[in-house]
């Protein structure tokens, strides 16, 4: 096929110049050479000198936006913490205000921040493709199963069951911190998010024993503006055991647990532990010394991901004009614009409202006193600490097991459902 393609490209400028007498001879010869037919090789002479136009038309065409613009999206890009040019272009109307009256942006003129609002998403995509990051490595599962009696005892909850899009209904899991190896104890971070407002917290631990991820549990439930009405998580041990079950009975919370081996029933949150989790915290190995700055890390990523970024959510399916069908999305909004839609309403229709008291007060104080881009660097400051202290340790991991010895860990773990880390463990709360 490629060669075919040259020879067309070769006849191309000659059949666009041609007497029709000589268009038949060159036909002719396209004939002879590639073996097809005359209807064939007309259609194919005719594509290429659409090509051949249209890359005229790109390399004749001016650059609409100035260089300075072009410096200026990258710079606020790098401040917002490199989101993608849809969510770039929906955060630009909130935070280029702050930015500039932080004193941020002085630097450019007025004229350059009207270009920057003219570009669309796909022009932002475009000039930034070429200084994004490299794909990151990929990190280890460490889910064991629970017990089969106890995890019969509680309701599954499919991909395909509806909820009533009211706050509180929400989704954890836990990502391991194990680096290339499961061997030993390291942290875990534990993230919860709901399904109605994207509204994400995390909080680590020293390991999933549920005496540790229980104070995980209660920075969380602390950091809510909303109560928590439904709990759904995957089958593992660190959320399926009599100690957690009763303490979401106690606080009157229906638990759901979604079908073993269906990432799809969890996709709200195992989405967040790439793009929030793995984004933030990489796949470094941390262990107890490093649990402060995680757990410092998260407060400041909750402010930044549910007060100043956007996302969009699937509230519909439609098809395109040749019947392909497709997911429809909302406009992006911040999880706490969604949350306080969805409370008004409900205070309109006469309700008590989802915010809890005091919450509101609190979120308005910490939005209305935020530098976002004073937020970004303090986050990768933190990020800049875990990555000192945590990659000698995770590259001597590297060099001692090596991919092979990796790869047999995580293989032993999903056959005998016995963690390596149990065997060299010595808290009482992590075995059975």
Same mark, same amino acid.
């Given at each position: 096929?490629? #060669?075919?393609?040259?020879?067309?490209?070769?006849?191309?400028?000659?059949?666009?110049?041609?007497?029709?007498?000589?268009?038949?001879?060159?036909?002719?010869?396209?004939?002879?050479?590639?073996?097809?037919? /005359?209807?064939?090789?007309?259609?194919?002479?005719?594509?290429? @000198?659409?090509?051949?136009?249209?890359?005229?038309?790109?390399?004749?065409?001016?650059?609409?936006?100035?260089?300075?613009?072009? +410096?200026?999206?990258?710079?606020?890009?790098?401040?917002?913490?490199?989101?993608?040019?849809?969510?770039?272009?929906?955060?630009?109307?909130?935070?280029?205000?702050?930015?500039?009256?932080?004193?941020?942006?002085?630097?450019?003129?007025?004229?350059?921040?009207?270009?920057?609002?003219?570009?669309?998403?796909?022009?932002?995509?475009?000039?930034?493709?070429?200084?994004?990051?490299?794909?990151?490595?990929?990190?280890?599962?460490?889910?064991?199963?629970?017990?089969?009696?106890?995890?019969?005892?509680?309701?599954?909850?499919?991909?395909?069951?509806?909820?009533?899009?009211?706050?509180?209904?929400?989704?954890?899991?836990?990502?391991?911190?194990?680096?290339?190896?499961?061997?030993?104890?390291?942290?875990?971070?534990?993230?919860?998010?709901?399904?109605?407002?994207?509204?994400?917290?995390?909080? @680590?631990? /020293?390991?999933?024993?549920?005496?540790?991820?229980?104070?995980?549990?209660?920075?969380?439930?602390?950091?809510?503006?909303?109560?928590?009405?439904?709990?759904?998580s995957d089958n593992g041990s660190e959320f399926i055991n009599a100690d957690f079950i009763a303490h979401l009975q106690a606080i009157d919370v229906e638990q759901?647990?979604?079908?073993?081996?269906?990432?799809?029933? +969890?996709?709200?949150?195992?989405?967040?532990?790439?793009?929030?989790?793995?984004?933030?915290?990489?796949?470094?190995?941390?262990?107890?010394?490093?649990?402060?700055?995680?757990?410092?890390?998260?407060?400041?990523? @909750?402010?930044?991901?549910?007060?100043?970024?956007?996302?969009?959510?699937?509230?519909?399916? @439609?098809?395109?004009?040749?019947?392909?069908?497709?997911?429809?999305?909302?406009?992006?909004?911040?999880?706490?614009?969604?949350?306080?839609?969805?409370?008004?309403?409900?205070?309109?229709?006469?309700?008590?409202?989802?915010?809890?008291?005091?919450?509101?007060?609190?979120?308005?104080?910490?939005?209305?006193? #935020?530098?976002?881009?004073?937020?970004?660097?303090?986050?990768?400051?933190?990020?800049? +600490?875990?990555?000192?202290?945590?990659?000698?340790?995770?590259?001597?991991?590297?060099?001692?097991?090596?991919?092979?010895?990796?790869?047999?860990?995580?293989?032993?773990?999903?056959?005998?459902?016995?963690?390596?880390?149990?065997?060299?463990?010595?808290?009482?709360?992590?075995?059975?």
């Amino acid at each position: 096929m490629a #060669t075919k393609h040259q020879i067309t490209l070769r006849f191309r400028d000659e059949y666009a110049k041609a007497s029709k007498k000589d268009k038949g001879v060159i036909l002719d010869r396209m004939c002879e050479t590639l073996g097809i037919g /005359r209807s064939t090789a007309r259609r194919r002479l005719a594509a290429a @000198s659409r090509e051949g136009s249209a890359e005229r038309r790109r390399a004749e065409r001016p650059c609409r936006y100035s260089d300075r613009s072009r +410096q200026l999206l990258r710079e606020v890009w790098m401040l917002m913490d490199m989101p993608c040019g849809k969510y770039l272009k929906a955060m630009l109307p909130q935070w280029l205000p702050v930015l500039r009256a932080c004193g941020e942006l002085d630097d450019y003129g007025g004229d350059v921040f009207d270009e920057l609002m003219a570009m669309s998403a796909a022009t932002v995509d475009r000039y930034l493709r070429p200084v994004r990051d490299a794909a990151r490595p990929r990190g280890l599962a460490s889910t064991r199963p629970a017990g089969e009696l106890l995890r019969n005892s509680i309701t599954i909850r499919k991909a395909s069951d509806e909820l009533d899009g009211l706050p509180g209904d929400v989704e954890a899991d836990t990502v391991a911190h194990c680096g290339p190896s499961l061997r030993g104890e390291f942290c875990r971070t534990l993230t919860v998010v709901d399904f109605a407002t994207g509204w994400t917290e995390n909080a @680590s631990a /020293r390991n999933n024993a549920y005496r540790n991820l229980s104070l995980a549990e209660a920075v969380i439930e602390e950091r809510l503006p909303f109560r928590i009405r439904s709990y759904d998580s995957d089958n593992g041990s660190e959320f399926i055991n009599a100690d957690f079950i009763a303490h979401l009975q106690a606080i009157d919370v229906e638990q759901t647990r979604s079908r073993p081996y269906r990432k799809n029933d +969890q996709a709200t949150v195992e989405s967040r532990n790439n793009h929030v989790v793995r984004r933030h915290a990489f796949y470094y190995r941390y262990e107890p010394p490093e649990l402060d700055l995680l757990n410092e890390l998260w407060e400041l990523v @909750s402010i930044k991901m549910n007060l100043f970024t956007p996302s969009k959510k699937p509230i519909g399916r @439609s098809c395109t004009r040749d019947g392909r069908p497709r997911r429809v999305y909302d406009r992006p909004a911040t999880p706490w614009e969604r949350l306080k839609r969805l409370d008004e309403r409900d205070r309109a229709d006469g309700g008590a409202g989802f915010i809890l008291p005091g919450r509101r007060e609190r979120i308005e104080t910490i939005l209305s006193g #935020t530098n976002p881009a004073e937020l970004v660097r303090r986050v990768h400051a933190i990020q800049d +600490q875990l990555e000192d202290m945590a990659l000698p340790r995770t590259r001597r991991l590297e060099k001692r097991l090596g991919p092979d010895m990796a790869y047999l860990d995580r293989t032993l773990a999903r056959i005998t459902g016995v963690r390596p880390e149990d065997h060299n463990n010595d808290t009482p709360a992590d075995t059975d």
